[in-house]
């Protein structure tokens, strides 16, 4: 009868274990929540597929195309109108009555019914020597043509850029998934493992509720690793111009290459080609030809200009003429010389425009210390892009190693936690050191490629020495 008050109160147990366990969320419940992003295709996509089809397709690419197309046009009317006399087919016509709405009372001649007007071809006054001003002007209109041009070449480029960049933040993060869903297949284990020992106590609750707990911190991890990885394919949609919500399946992996070029190399090049210093440079040269114009202004110099005049045909009632004409009813060309300048006395520009050419010497060293800015700037940028290139470069190679020990060690302690050989620390504890290893390899390798490209983009090159960055992607299956 003793017995009795035993069993009682170890059915009891069992009834609020087993209400306990009835309210605990299934072992595959971050499975079954991944599934829910689950599509029924995705997009196999390749390193070179997706450059190919973000400077074919990207909505800022083609805009860029048809600015640069504009920018011809107008290069093509500037070279034109310094270069050439402007030839021009003009018509004019006065008013002509076509038909009357209504007569009116008063008289008068009103417009005739007959057309009148004229039809010329000529040429417009056409300057023929301006003490170089004109031709200084065209010189600058000139030089940001050619870095406007370059400018195109270079976002052309930077796009290139930030699709190799964000192929390969893509397939980090799409790494980071596969880690932590391996994280979360041990967990769901042993927690399924802990579940059914508890039950016939073969272990004490303080353990199942810590595997309960390694169990939901893995769900938590994956989920935030796939919200990455959505993320980043919709951010990789819109580049390259895919629909809204696309998937993706990756079809190249990183092949890791390091640097191969020394730090100085890496300046010389930058120095001739980085887009801020040819931005800068640009600016230079344009303000010292602005400046020697305003200087030139403020002299009475005389303009040398010629009118080649035009062939013109009037008609009107009884009138058909066609004669050559120069000037006011005459025919002669003559070469023409005038001086047209003017000083401020006070007001605006100051006593003979000192403060105007003042201003114009100012802008002049101003660019100067701009393309200084932009060169110390350049190369502070480029150092630092290249020590950290260099220290990933470091950091993966001790990482290699520390992921190979740390997953043959949890291979170890899983074995022997599931043989009761180990606590259940040493298991979290070793499973936390393999994913956190694995996913800082994965990081580094990332950054490290990405560093390589900003480092490019720096110095204002395709490619750096070395394997074409196309190239870094390779095929999964070819990879050891």
């Keep these: 009868m003793r017995d009795i008050p035993l069993l009682i109160i170890f059915l009891l147990g069992l009834l609020v274990f087993s209400k306990v366990q009835a309210q605990e969320p299934p072992a595959n419940v971050a499975i079954q929540t991944a599934d829910r992003f689950k599509v029924d295709s995705a997009k196999s996509i390749s390193l070179s597929s997706v450059i190919e089809q973000a400077l074919r397709a990207n909505y800022d690419q083609n805009q860029r195309d048809f600015s640069e197309e504009v920018l011809n046009l107008n290069w093509e009317d500037t070279k034109e109108a310094f270069w050439m006399p402007q030839l021009s087919l003009s018509l004019q016509t006065n008013s002509q009555r076509i038909g009357r709405i209504k007569r009116g009372d008063v008289g008068g001649g009103g417009f005739s019914r007959h057309p009148t007007g004229s039809l010329s071809f000529g040429v417009q006054d056409y300057v023929v020597f301006n003490w170089g001003k004109d031709y200084l002007a065209y010189l600058n209109n000139k030089e940001s043509y050619r870095r ?127 887009p801020e210093i040819l931005e800068s440079t640009k600016d230079v040269n344009n303000a010292k030809r602005s400046y020697q114009i305003q200087l030139r202004e403020n002299l009475p110099l005389p303009k040398f200009s010629v009118n080649l005049g035009a062939y013109t045909h009037r008609f009107a009632p009884g009138v058909s003429t066609t004669r050559y004409e120069s000037g006011l009813a005459n025919n002669e060309i003559d ?123 720096e110095m204002g090159v395709d490619e750096l020495p070395g394997k074409s960055f196309e190239n870094l992607g390779i095929p999964k299956e070819s990879v050891k």
């Design 148 to 274: 406007s041009t370059t400018s195109f070449k270079e976002q052309r480029r930077a796009l290139r850029h930030e699709v190799i960049i964000k192929y390969f933040e893509l397939a980090y993060f799409t790494r980071l998934v596969e880690i932590y869903r391996r994280q979360l297949r041990h967990t769901s284990f042993v927690y399924r493992f802990n579940r059914e020992k508890v039950s016939i106590r073969k272990i004490n609750r303080q353990e199942y509720y810590q595997a309960r707990s390694e169990y939901l911190r893995a769900q938590n991890s994956f989920q935030e690793a796939s919200n990455k990885q959505r993320l980043a394919e919709e951010e990789m949609a819109f580049l390259i111009t895919d629909e809204p919500g696309t998937r993706y399946i990756l079809k190249d992996r990183l092949d890791f290459q390091r640097i191969q070029m020394p730090l100085e190399e890496a300046e010389k090049i930058a120095i001739s080609n980085n």
């Design 335 to 457: 070469l023409r010389a005038s001086i047209n300048a003017s000083w401020s006395i006070t007001g605006v520009g100051g006593f003979f425009n000192q403060r105007t050419t003042e201003k114009s010497l100012i802008g002049r060293q101003l660019s100067y210390s701009q393309l200084a800015e932009a060169r110390h700037k350049t190369l502070s940028d480029l150092q630092r892009s290249y020590y950290r290139a260099r220290t990933y470069e470091q950091q993966i190679r001790v990482l290699e190693a520390a992921s190979e020990t740390n997953n043959k060690t949890f291979d170890v302690i899983l074995e022997n936690y599931l043989d009761r050989k180990t606590a259940f620390i040493n298991f979290s504890d070793a499973l936390l050191e393999s994913v956190y290893s694995d996913a800082a390899l994965a990081e580094r390798y990332y950054l490290h490629t990405r560093e390589k490209v900003l480092l490019a983009q």
